[in-house]
Each structure stands twice: as C-alpha cells, then as structure tokens.
C-alpha cells in the first residue's frame, strides 16, 4: 500500500458520488426515471397507446382512469413480452454494435364493473361503476451498448489527477476518492501525476450493460355518468429498480518509458431501488356515438430512492504489475420528484368499423426536483435541471378496425427530447402494429412496438479549470422492439 499525500475528498452524495460523470451527467439522467411510457396491453400498444379518450382497456389505468367509465363488464388479463434492445455507437471515428434480449410481464390485472341492468338503464344516472388493479410496466431501461477509439488529446486517468491537483494542501486521502485510487493503483506517479501516454495515442472503450424498469401498482375507481360523462381516478404506487455496471478501460499503443504502463479498468457498479406515489384524474365527455374527447392529469411521482455503488480500478504495468484497488459500497438515501403531466384525447368512432385516436400529452421536466440532505448541492443539482430541461409535447396517434370478431390496429408517437440542447438526446419515434381476436367471452391480443431514438454521452468529464482536453462525445442509435401478447376473460 503506498503512502498518500494528497487532501481529503468532499464525495458527491447522490447518484455515484466516485463517478468518471459529473454532477451534470446526475441531472441528465433524472430524465429516466421522469419519463415513462406504459407497455400495458398488447391492444392498447396496438394502436400506439393513443388510449386517452377511448377506454375500456387495462392501460387506462395508467393514462386516463375514466377509461374505466367505457367498461360493461368486468375482465381479467395478463400479458407477458419479449424486449429486443439494440445499439449502434459511434467515437471517434469507431462504430461499435450491442444488443440484448430480454423476458418479462408487463400487465396483469382485473377490472370488477357493476352496471345496471337493461330495464333499470334509462331511468338511472349511473350507468356502471368499475374497480380496476392492475401491474403495468411504465418504463424499460434494460439496454446495453459500448463506444470506443484512438484518443491522442486525453486519457479518463485524467479524472483521477485530477482530483488529486484540487487539494495540494493536505497529507492524506480519503480512501475510496479518485485520487485514492489513482495513487494506490499506480495510475498516478508520486506527483500524483497519470503514467497514461495518451499523447502518443490509447485505445479507450466503455461499455455499459444497463437493467430493470419502473412498474405501476394502480388501484383505480371509475363510473359513466348518464352516458355523456366518464369519470375516473388513479393511485398510482411506483416501484422502481435501476442497475448499471459500466467500465472504462484505455490500453497504450506504446509503452510508456517510465513504468511501462500497459492498460487499466475502471468499473463502477450503480443500484437505484425505491417506491412513489402519484395520483391520475380523469374525464372522457361523449359528444356522441362518433366522436368523444378526454382529459388527464398526472401529479409528480413523489419518489423515495436507495442508491448502492461500489467502483474497483485495476492498472498494469511491467515496472508495477498488476495492482487493483476497490471501494466499499456506498449508500445514499434521496427523494426524487418528476414532473406534472396532462393528456388531452380525441377519439373518432367509426360506427361498427372501428375507430381513429389521438393523444396530446404535455410534460413539464423542468419541475423535476431532488431533495437531499446536502441543501447546497440540492439547490446546485435543481439550479442545473432548471437550465437543461424544457416542458415537451408528445402526440400519439393510432387506428383500429374491426372485421367481425378480428382486430388490426396500428399506431404512431412522437416524444420530443426533454432537453433544451438535443446534444443530450433526440427525439423518440413509435411505430406499432397488432391485431386481435374475440370467441366468446376470451381475447388474444398481439402487438409490436419499435422505439428509436439517440443520446449522445461523454465517456468522462474532465475539470476544464486545470486546462484538460474534453473527450468527444458519442452518439448512440437506440432500438427497442417489443412484443407483447395479451389473453383475457371477461366476465
């Protein structure tokens, strides 16, 4: 174990306090956990989740409870999906391709409905009252991709130097701070400077594998008010799980003529674990039997998040061999809060032929908040996503027609970026088709979805103050395709 000379290190506290990201990278991935997409049923994804205004579906519960207003019987259903997720990264001139697959169940519920009988029907204003609880998946961030190249201008060993240069005066190192891991490594000299000789060229490669999502536990309680108006709310109960293992690694092309420094590796391991709450009201007016319009309302998610991380470094050389130094896990407690969102819907009835549906949905993401126990960095943190993000519109549109006891629907949506600058991340696209098939009283519904969209992320962020070179950007194509099959009974 060498000697440290360097000062103690003030550790972020929130969301990867040892992290080669900056406390920027925290505020830009808050946007995965505001942003949420509902995989429910293989009908509603059918026709794009465009299910604001037109009800009588499961997914409702997580868009626009009055949907549950529409239903005349009660129902059961679970659908299970299959996830395929692929990459295609570009840095610095390299093009690098990941993908993954992935299992799981995105909706299992029942609707219990009590309507009044036929001969009762005219005379009452309440024509059914319908109790829903239902499991949906709102958000998948189970993905995995890696980036790489040649840099001559920079070396993520700068990160850990420096750390290291911001505290000249003091005679010893917190263990587990960069700087403490630089040094006891033998990534830095006894200058507390890197051996790395990125100026005559190193090959880098990150590679990140990504899982878990975010489920909605929803208790809902809807009714139809003398056939024009269908009410309908939501307790929405959050559950989310987050893991992220990702690893720096840089190799010289020459030997460095010190130490001989070959490569390192630098992982750092993430778990982001909790529950929220929210609340969803809604309407659905029925203007009349072709056209009808809806309205929604989504509080914050008021979150309460348990973050894990534990980092390990290994470096190798011919004059020091192989060395590697790991932290003890950290764990921080945080709320977090995403932003209010509205859905307003319209829906075409096309008579026994099927019907036409929109969605317009707003989200203010620049109302997301962090509150932790540092006020000075919550206030810094909230300062920051006040300046990248922006409100976003979303529209979803989608179709369905029916030929007898057969469905075929098709839908389309459109996510702006939540950012300001679109060097974060682009727009999202939604393409989606299924179908459908009724006997008796048992459905089987089937559905696509492919999701495409790009981010842009910075292998490591550098202090520009001690005058470091920032490494470029990499830009990533995402492609998601799932498949969803839904069997249920009404009764």
């Known amino acids: 174990m060498r000697t440290s000379k360097i000062s103690k290190y003030s550790a972020c506290i929130i969301l990867a306090a040892n992290s080669l990201s900056a406390s920027a990278q925290n505020a830009i991935d808050a946007s995965k956990y505001a942003q949420s997409n509902p995989l429910a049923t293989a009908r509603s994804v059918g026709f794009g989740g465009a299910l604001g205004s037109v009800g009588g579906d499961m997914g409702s519960l997580s868009v626009n409870p009055a949907g549950l207003g529409v239903y005349r019987s009660s129902e059961f259903i679970f659908t299970p999906g299959l996830r395929f997720s692929g990459t295609n990264s570009s840095y610095n001139s390299t093009e690098m391709n990941d993908n993954g697959t992935r299992f799981g169940l995105n909706s299992l519920g029942f609707v219990y409905t009590s309507a009044v009988n036929d001969k009762d029907y005219d005379r009452a204003d309440w024509k059914a009252i319908s109790f829903g609880l239902g499991l949906n998946r709102s958000a998948e961030y189970s993905r995995?991709?890696?980036?790489?190249?040649?840099?001559?201008?920079?070396?993520?060993?700068?990160?850990?130097?420096?750390?290291?240069?911001?505290?000249?005066?003091?005679?010893?190192?917190?263990?587990?701070?960069?700087?403490?891991?630089?040094?006891?490594?033998?990534?830095?000299?006894?200058?507390?400077?890197?051996?790395?000789?990125?100026?005559?060229?190193?090959?880098?490669?990150?590679?990140?594998?990504?899982?878990?999502?975010?489920?909605?536990?929803?208790?809902s309680l809807g009714g139809n008010y003398q056939d024009k108006l269908m009410l309908g709310a939501t307790l929405g109960f959050n559950f989310l799980n987050h893991k992220v293992n990702s690893t720096m690694s840089e190799e010289t092309f020459t030997m460095n003529e010190v130490d001989s420094f070959d490569h390192f590796n630098y992982t750092e391991n993430f778990k982001t674990i909790g529950t929220g709450v929210n609340l969803k009201l809604g309407a659905i007016y029925k203007f009349n039997d072709n056209f009808r319009a809806g309205l929604a309302i989504h509080t914050p998610t008021a979150y309460g998040l348990t973050e894990t991380s534990d980092n390990n470094i290994n470096v190798s050389s011919l004059k020091y061999g192989n060395n590697t130094v790991s932290t003890s896990p950290n764990e921080y407690n945080y709320n977090f809060y995403t932003p209010f969102k509205a859905v307003v819907s319209a829906t075409a009835i096309l008579g026994k032929l099927g019907f036409i549906s929109a969605d317009y949905e707003f989200v203010g993401y620049s109302g997301m908040r962090y509150k932790l126990d540092d006020l000075n960095y919550q206030n810094t943190l909230n300062s920051l996503i006040q300046n990248l993000y922006q409100s976003n519109s979303n529209v979803r549109v989608g179709a369905e027609i029916r030929l007898d006891d057969f469905r075929l629907r098709a839908g389309y949506g459109y996510y702006g970026s939540p950012f300001k600058n679109k060097l974060y991340q682009g727009d999202r696209q939604d393409i989606s088709f299924g179908m459908g098939y009724r006997f008796g009283n048992t459905f089987v519904d089937l559905a696509v979805i492919n999701s495409s969209y790009k981010t842009y992320e910075q292998p490591y962020v550098l202090d520009g103050a001690l005058g470091y070179v920032q490494p470029n950007m990499a830009s990533i194509n995402n492609s998601l395709t799932s498949g969803l099959l839904t069997i249920g009974w009404k009764f």
């Not at 991709?145 to 420096?162: D, I, L, P, V, W």
């Open 144 to 219: 995995n991709y890696n980036y790489g190249g040649k840099n001559y201008t920079s070396s993520a060993s700068q990160y850990f130097e420096g750390d290291a240069f911001k505290y000249p005066n003091s005679t010893t190192a917190d263990p587990g701070t960069p700087a403490y891991l630089g040094y006891q490594s033998y990534l830095l000299s006894n200058l507390y400077t890197t051996y790395v000789p990125y100026n005559r060229g190193i090959q880098q490669l990150k590679t990140v594998n990504e899982k878990g999502g975010a489920t909605d536990l929803n208790l």
